[in-house]
Each structure stands twice: as C-alpha cells, then as structure tokens.
C-alpha cells in the first residue's frame, strides 16, 4: 500500500502533471497569441443576459461600461454585442480607459470578426494593454450610428460590472454621463487573459506538497 502510494505521488505521471502546470505559467505568456477566441472565452467580462431594451437611433453615442478588474492580466480581445442580430453593426469602434480617462488601448470590430458568446471580438489592439485587480476600468464602444441597448446587470468572469455611462460625440472618448439601466449590450465588451503566474504558483505548489509527502512515507 505504501510502495504503491509513493509510486502515485512520486512517480512520473504525478510530477508530469505538475511539471506541465508549471511549463504553462512559464510558458503561457508567449504562447497566448496562439489561443483561439473561443479558448480564451472564460476571460470575457460578462455575458449578456435577456430581455433587453434596444434604441437604433442613429446617433453616434459613446456607451460605456464600468467594471473593477478581478485579477491581474493583459487585454487579449476587445467586442461588441451582436445578440440575435448578428449582421446589425458594420463597424464600431471599442476602447479601454483607465479611471483616470486615459486610453490604454482600442479596436475596430466588425461583423466579420469571429462571433463567440454574442459577441464579435478582435484581437488587434492598438497596442498591449493590461489590468491590475481592484483597479476601475471602462470599456466604451463607439456606436458609430449602428444603436444601442441596456440590459439587466451581467454574469461576471474576471470583472466585476459596476455601472454604465455615455455621451455623444464623433470619435471614440471616454464616458463621464451616468445613465442606463445596465451594461450596455450592444456595446463593447474586454476579454482578458488572467497572468500565467497563478499557474506558476500552483504548479510550484503542487511540487513542494509532493516532495513533501514522498518524504513523509519514506520516513514512516
């Protein structure tokens, strides 16, 4: 019983395991420009919920969402709602601000963008961009004419949704007017990609629990 339970805990495909949960925190940086929108989809900030109130004004408005960060990590796709309508928005504009109104980064999304989760989300960023948890951020989607809707408080990933707010201008800016009886869902939306070095501990971790256990067995 012993030899058999070292042979689980010491044994190569325990530590395997571990090794390549360590690899992954290591490694998971580089390699993120290869994970796929639907294999990053748990970063999303919130998933949409129904009913929600629709106003296809053409008026360019500036629709932005309020959300305190849940972890550190880097920005990997920006989006905007598409819901049942998936063909409604041609273009739109989306950008990340911090609290103090400075842009950290932006996209231009369009419906030909891959659809995941009611979204269309695109991967070039302006340039990189990442968060710090606890901190206060805003994605806003410029409308650029296409509509908007609010809608019911959202199911939270790794972001906490806090408020909404918008104006009205030409271009991409930052929203400072609350309004709105939720998130805006057909507005913009912010994947991230939590920072591989929670993996790193846990692997790191899981190494040093099973070191000490071969030892512990042995001596007993």
């Known amino acids: 019983m012993k030899t058999s339970l070292l042979k689980s805990i010491g044994g190569f495909p325990f530590v395997g395991t571990v090794l390549s ?14 994970i796929s929108i639907a294999a990053s989809s748990i970063g999303d900030a919130w998933t949409p919920a129904a009913p929600f109130a629709t106003n296809w004004s053409p008026s360019d ?4 969402d309020v959300f305190i960060s849940n972890v550190n990590g880097t920005v990997s796709a920006l989006g905007i709602y598409a819901g049942n309508n998936a063909s409604y928005s041609a ?6 601000y911090n609290s103090a109104g400075v842009l950290l980064t932006s996209a231009t999304v369009t419906n030909t963008d891959p659809l995941y989760n009611g979204y269309y989300w695109s991967t070039i960023l302006t340039n990189p961009a990442s968060v710090t948890a606890g901190d206060t951020y805003t994605v806003v989607d410029f409308t650029n004419g296409n509509g908007w809707g609010y809608g019911p408080v ?18 991409l800016a930052f929203t400072t007017s609350t309004g ?11 994947m991230l990609s939590p920072e591989p070095g929670t993996l790193l501990l846990l692997g790191t971790g899981l190494l040093g629990l099973a070191g000490a256990l071969r030892r512990k067995l042995r001596r007993g």
Do not use: R
Request: aromatic share 16%.
């Open 61 to 64: 408005v500036n629709l932005g």
């Open 21 to 34: 949960i360590v690899l992954l925190g290591v490694f998971g940086a580089t390699s993120a420009a290869a």
């Open 91 to 96: 273009q739109e504009t989306v950008g990340l």
């Open 180 to 190: 709105g009886s939720g998130p805006a869902y057909y507005g913009g939306n912010v």
């Open 154 to 171: 959202p199911t939270d990933h790794w972001a906490t949704f806090e408020y909404n707010d918008y104006n009205y201008a030409s271009t």
